[in-house]
């Protein structure tokens, strides 16, 4: 495919005997045809569904990591790179970059693709032989062929450098994810979430596009073409009125796919209802594409220099990390469980864009690039940590067919492997270390506590309550995924009828190892991450961080200066293994006149695993403490003829999000309200269609 443009490369490609090595755009590139070629040739081995899944999704893995090594390059070198397709409309052609920020995105994409591409070898061989027969061949084809185009749509939005490619590759990426999304479409369930999915995503891409439309016109993009370009955007001049209106219309529209509250209320529907693989990408690297576009079009194309703009940034950032992990907190359901928390995580990262915008505007350089290093390492922490936890979660479904943890217990002793990682996961959303969600929080209470005052009353009182906020929501979390663990592999089976649970597969395995190791790798080498990203904040902030992290070297971490904080993973680490190898050689010291005997049961000789602390029991201290945010329901009913003797008790609880009912359920009474008035206009007779008609073509002549 023929190409015009500039490039701007660091490096010299190596030529000699006849072998060139591409660019890394060149290189992204390739990875996005390889996606859409195994997509166009997935349905040809339809009918050899072993071939295709080991075919389709080894193709994906390879095509990750070119993609992954590229996107790495561009970020090392801090390069600029530009590419034309001549493949659009009349002049309209495709305008390709990769740059710093877009390779970053592209790496953590990539990698996260690369290790559910693996766990998706293991995890399909469940649909082999579906008793559906042709239909379940279908399912598996069509998983295989949206699971692709939804990923090269991921990479081209990253890719894209022009309004028109961005839209295109926008609704690939959204038009695969709702095939996906709706893939057991014989559930009821599954169609809902779909629909509703399918409808806030696309009232988020006419706020996108509304406000591309606002920076092209001021642009010249009504007289030139090439005003749609981003580097046209770029490099006008918009003013202050209408800068705001792009800016809060583009905010919101990515904040609809990104799941911000209040716009949040699609992804606990889709997710509990995709298939795992699917889940695993959709929160992990979907929700920060829409991330990207925040950061693209608030740094990068309007140059956003306006404190309120990052006050209402960081307010909604807040607001969705407390209220995420809330609901998070009150869910029995696993996957909607970790749905409700890539609520949280994404606001967090919405307090660090906030912070960064916020302290950019008072030329404070140094804690906008403090603060942007920290929302950029939580979005590749939450990849990592959040496709480990779904990958973990799809392992225990594949082995138990329960989402209900109520009704699970004891994995452990039969999934060890599994429970090992899965503990990886939680130990990382929880911010403890040595783990990376701990770094990335710890940098974003620096930003905090190294706030200075500002001219502003309001951002001296948002400020610290806001780093209240994130406290409280770091210890939310840790307890939420310490319920997790818990009820899910310790203590004894729930379920009503014992059932045979086996370790998963070795793909499966295997991918959920990368994702733990990852986390720990970047918990343990924060500096090298750091020095590794160097050029973004240098490319959106005009500062840098690495400098003063890596003061004393790799081993430990000081963002600011030594003498106001710093932080050693290794040597955290080395005191946690030194702890367990005392413990462990402790316990195993023989000792002379132990005597055994059965432990205290408090007065109950049989314990039964009903008696066991459960979900719901265990969050609720929260709920009475938090119930005036939610929307609970609990009853409890005795049954039997003397009330204060009950035979039996039933307890009922429903929470329900009080967003989706107070604010989207009146809108969808009325919509349904006002089709069944404008059905009566329906009375199957062609000529008063036609009256109709007649009707409306008067109407437009008299206004023109």
Same mark, same amino acid.
């Given at each position: 495919?023929?190409?015009?443009?500039?490039?701007?490369?660091?490096?010299?490609?190596?030529?000699?005997?006849? !072998?060139?090595?591409?660019?890394?755009?060149?290189? %992204?590139?390739?990875?996005?045809?390889?996606?859409?070629?195994?997509?166009?040739?997935?349905?040809?081995?339809?009918?050899?569904?072993?071939?295709?899944?080991? &075919? /389709?999704?080894?193709?994906?893995?390879?095509?990750?990591? &070119?993609?992954?090594?590229?996107?790495?390059?561009?970020?090392?070198?801090?390069? %600029?790179?530009?590419?034309?397709?001549?493949?659009?409309?009349?002049?309209?052609?495709?305008?390709?970059?990769?740059?710093?920020?877009?390779?970053?995105?592209?790496t953590v994409t990539a990698v996260l693709v690369f290790f559910v591409s693996i766990y998706s070898i293991g995890y399909l061989k469940g649909f082999i032989g579906h008793p559906?027969?042709?239909?379940?061949?279908? +399912?598996?084809?069509?998983?295989?062929?949206?699971?692709?185009?939804?990923?090269?749509?991921?990479?081209?939005?990253?890719?894209?450098?022009?309004?028109?490619?961005?839209?295109?590759?926008?609704?690939?990426?959204?038009?695969?994810?709702?095939?996906? !999304?709706?893939?057991?479409?014989?559930? +009821?369930?599954?169609? #809902?979430?779909?629909?509703?999915?399918?409808?806030?995503?696309? *009232?988020?891409?006419?706020?996108?596009?509304?406000?591309?439309?606002?920076?092209?016109?001021?642009?010249?993009?009504?007289?030139?073409?090439?005003?749609?370009?981003?580097? /046209?955007?770029?490099?006008?001049?918009?003013?202050?009125?209408?800068?705001?209106?792009?800016?809060?219309?583009?905010?919101?529209?990515?904040?609809?796919?990104?799941?911000?509250?209040?716009?949040? =209320?699609?992804?606990?529907?889709?997710?509990?209802?995709?298939?795992?693989? *699917?889940?695993?990408?959709?929160?992990? %690297?979907?929700?920060?594409?829409?991330?990207?576009?925040?950061?693209?079009?608030?740094?990068d194309l309007l140059h956003v220099s306006d404190w309120r703009m990052g006050g209402v940034v960081l307010v909604m950032g807040l607001v969705s990390a407390v209220m995420g992990?809330?609901?998070?907190?009150?869910?029995?359901?696993?996957?909607?469980?970790?749905?409700?928390?890539?609520?949280?995580?994404?606001?967090? &990262?919405?307090?660090?864009?906030?912070?960064?915008? &916020?302290?950019?505007?008072?030329?404070?350089?140094?804690?906008?690039?403090?603060?942007?290093?920290?929302?950029?390492?939580?979005?590749?922490?939450?990849?990592?940590? +959040?496709?480990?936890?779904?990958?973990?979660?799809?392992? *225990?479904?594949?082995?138990?067919?329960?989402?209900?943890?109520?009704?699970?217990?004891?994995?452990?002793?039969?999934?060890?492997?599994?429970?090992?990682?899965?503990? !990886?996961?939680?130990?990382?959303?929880?911010?403890?270390?040595?783990?990376?969600?701990?770094?990335?929080?710890?940098?974003?209470?620096?930003?905090?506590?190294?706030?200075?005052?500002?001219?502003?009353?309001?951002?001296?009182?948002?400020?610290?309550?806001?780093?209240?906020?994130?406290?409280?929501?770091?210890?939310?979390?840790?307890?939420?995924?310490? +319920? =997790?663990?818990?009820?899910?592999?310790?203590?004894?089976?729930?379920?009503?009828?014992?059932?045979?649970?086996?370790?998963?597969?070795?793909?499966?395995?295997?991918?959920?190892?990368?994702?733990?190791?990852?986390?720990?790798?970047?918990?343990?080498?924060?500096?090298?991450?750091?020095?590794?990203?160097?050029?973004?904040?240098?490319?959106?902030?005009?500062?840098?961080?690495?400098?003063?992290?890596?003061?004393?070297?790799?081993?430990?971490?000081?963002?600011?200066?030594?003498?106001?904080?710093?932080?050693?993973?290794?040597?955290?680490? /080395?005191?946690?293994?030194?702890?367990?190898?005392?413990?462990?050689?402790?316990?195993?010291?023989?000792?002379?006149?132990?005597?055994?005997?059965?432990?205290?049961?408090?007065?109950?000789?049989?314990?039964?695993?009903?008696?066991?602390?459960?979900?719901?029991?265990?969050?609720?201290?929260?709920?009475?403490?938090?119930?005036?945010?939610?929307?609970?329901?609990?009853?409890?009913?005795?049954?039997?003829?003397?009330?204060?003797?009950?035979?039996?008790?039933?307890? #009922?609880?429903?929470?329900?999000?009080?967003?989706?009912?107070?604010?989207?359920?009146? %809108?969808?009474?009325?919509?349904?309200?006002?089709?069944?008035?404008?059905?009566?206009?329906?009375?199957?007779?062609?000529?008063?269609?036609?009256?109709?008609?007649?009707?409306?073509?008067?109407?437009?002549?008299?206004?023109?």
């Amino acid at each position: 495919m023929g190409f015009r443009g500039t490039a701007i490369w660091s490096a010299v490609p190596f030529q000699g005997r006849g !072998v060139v090595i591409p660019s890394p755009l060149e290189s %992204v590139s390739l990875s996005v045809v390889i996606f859409l070629v195994t997509a166009a040739a997935a349905p040809l081995l339809k009918s050899r569904q072993a071939s295709l899944i080991n &075919i /389709a999704f080894s193709a994906s893995a390879i095509a990750s990591v &070119i993609a992954a090594f590229a996107g790495f390059n561009a970020v090392a070198t801090g390069a %600029v790179e530009t590419m034309v397709l001549p493949v659009g409309l009349p002049d309209l052609p495709f305008y390709l970059r990769l740059d710093a920020t877009s390779g970053f995105f592209v790496t953590v994409t990539a990698v996260l693709v690369f290790f559910v591409s693996i766990y998706s070898i293991g995890y399909l061989k469940g649909f082999i032989g579906h008793p559906a027969g042709l239909a379940g061949q279908r +399912k598996v084809t069509s998983l295989a062929v949206f699971y692709c185009l939804f990923v090269a749509g991921m990479l081209m939005v990253v890719l894209a450098d022009d309004a028109y490619f961005f839209m295109i590759s926008w609704e690939l990426m959204a038009a695969a994810s709702y095939f996906l !999304v709706v893939f057991e479409d014989e559930n +009821k369930e599954a169609r #809902r979430a779909a629909f509703i999915y399918l409808l806030i995503a696309h *009232v988020g891409a006419i706020l996108i596009l509304l406000s591309f439309g606002v920076m092209a016109g001021l642009s010249g993009g009504f007289e030139n073409f090439n005003g749609y370009t981003f580097s /046209a955007m770029r490099a006008s001049h918009i003013p202050g009125v209408w800068k705001a209106a792009a800016f809060f219309l583009s905010f919101f529209g990515f904040a609809a796919k990104a799941g911000v509250v209040p716009l949040h =209320v699609w992804l606990p529907e889709a997710h509990p209802v995709a298939p795992t693989n *699917v889940s695993a990408l959709m929160s992990g %690297v979907m929700l920060k594409v829409a991330v990207y576009g925040m950061v693209r079009v608030s740094f990068d194309l309007l140059h956003v220099s306006d404190w309120r703009m990052g006050g209402v940034v960081l307010v909604m950032g807040l607001v969705s990390a407390v209220m995420g992990i809330l609901y998070a907190l009150m869910q029995v359901d696993l996957k909607r469980l970790l749905a409700y928390s890539s609520i949280e995580n994404v606001g967090i &990262i919405l307090v660090c864009l906030g912070l960064a915008m &916020i302290f950019k505007s008072f030329d404070m350089t140094a804690l906008a690039s403090l603060s942007l290093v920290a929302g950029l390492y939580h979005i590749t922490n939450h990849a990592m940590f +959040k496709g480990l936890l779904f990958m973990g979660a799809g392992a *225990v479904m594949h082995s138990t067919h329960e989402r209900n943890m109520e009704r699970m217990g004891g994995l452990i002793h039969r999934m060890p492997q599994t429970a090992v990682f899965f503990l !990886v996961g939680c130990l990382s959303i929880s911010a403890l270390p040595p783990f990376n969600g701990f770094v990335s929080e710890w940098l974003l209470f620096q930003a905090f506590l190294l706030s200075p005052s500002f001219p502003t009353p309001l951002l001296n009182l948002i400020i610290p309550l806001g780093a209240a906020l994130v406290a409280l929501t770091a210890a939310l979390s840790a307890r939420c995924f310490v +319920k =997790v663990f818990g009820v899910v592999f310790l203590g004894r089976w729930r379920g009503q009828h014992d059932t045979t649970v086996n370790e998963t597969g070795l793909e499966m395995r295997g991918a959920m190892g990368f994702a733990a190791f990852a986390c720990l790798a970047l918990g343990l080498l924060p500096v090298f991450f750091i020095g590794w990203i160097d050029a973004i904040p240098r490319e959106l902030v005009g500062g840098r961080v690495s400098e003063t992290a890596s003061e004393f070297g790799w081993l430990w971490l000081t963002p600011v200066a030594a003498e106001r904080a710093s932080y050693s993973a290794p040597v955290v680490f /080395a005191g946690i293994l030194a702890v367990v190898a005392a413990a462990y050689l402790l316990t195993r010291i023989p000792r002379a006149g132990v005597r055994r005997a059965p432990v205290w049961d408090c007065g109950f000789e049989k314990i039964t695993p009903r008696m066991q602390y459960n979900s719901t029991s265990f969050a609720m201290p929260l709920r009475r403490i938090f119930g005036f945010l939610l929307s609970v329901r609990e009853t409890v009913r005795p049954s039997g003829a003397d009330p204060a003797f009950p035979k039996r008790l039933t307890y #009922r609880l429903k929470i329900r999000d009080r967003i989706w009912h107070g604010c989207y359920m009146p %809108v969808a009474d009325a919509s349904f309200w006002i089709a069944r008035r404008f059905g009566r206009l329906q009375h199957g007779r062609i000529q008063i269609y036609l009256l109709y008609s007649f009707a409306t073509l008067i109407l437009l002549l008299v206004f023109a």
